[in-house]
């Protein structure tokens, strides 16, 4: 494919060349998408089925051609990211090693955790129950090759803001910057929020890792809120450790 995808047409925001996000209604989680020649990588698959369905008939009408996604990659176990999941059915689905037994055995938590949070019972009950474990659990990195020098690398930087982190750096071709989605490790529309699953003490090492595997020039893209740079990441870690009480 040798044309972009009309990103700011769709309502999505580009990144760098064959790289783009949205920031979805309701919780203002991001998804990403970056798109190659022979693959498509989804980043997040929404807060629901129907959110879910709505993002992967998006990203086919972005990518064209009658191509669609056909690998999806999961930051973390939390419903606003994973409820989408199963309508991604037939893609390849990566996500940090041991996030299954949350999907699997922790489902009913993130169905109630859903439900306090706002999204419908029987939505997030249907969500839940279609849950299954990624065939992929990415352990260490794991670099996806999606054609015409569009590459994905899948790194298990965590723990930190759960048990289970994964970043997703995007490598668009020509020179453009490194695209680094964070998931929630980062926060740019509050303060990054800790909840019982998190991993306070491992947070701040989490973030040096993204920034070690990003760069100074790397576009970073939290979780929530809007894109930062190196800097935000850096000041963001600092506040952390001090927060935490670790170095």
Known sequence: MDVEPAWEAAGWERLAPRVGRVRLPHWDCTAGLVVGDEAALMVEAGSS??????LRTRARELIGGGRRVTHLALTHPHFDHVFGAAAF?????????????VLTAGREELRAEAVRHGLG???????ADLLRAPRHPVSGEW????????????????PGHTAH???VLAHGPGDAPEVVFCG??????????AGPDAVPERWP??????????????????????????????AQRATLAARFGVS
């Open 49 to 54: 089925l129907a959110e879910g369905a709505a």
């Open 143 to 158: 670099t996806l090759d999606l054609g015409g020098g569009v590459e994905v690398l899948l790194a298990n930087v965590g």
């Open 165 to 167: 982190d994964l970043a």
């Open 184 to 193: 929630d490790l980062v926060e740019e529309s509050g303060e990054p929020q």
């Open 121 to 127: 019972a029987d939505a997030a009950a249907e969500a």
């Open 205 to 234: 090492a989490a973030l040096d890792r993204l920034l070690a595997l990003g760069g100074a020039d790397a576009v970073y893209v939290p979780g929530h809120g809007a894109v930062v740079d190196a800097a935000f990441v850096r």
């Open 89 to 101: 059915a037939g893609v390849q689905v990566y996500a940090a090693v041991g996030i299954g037994t």
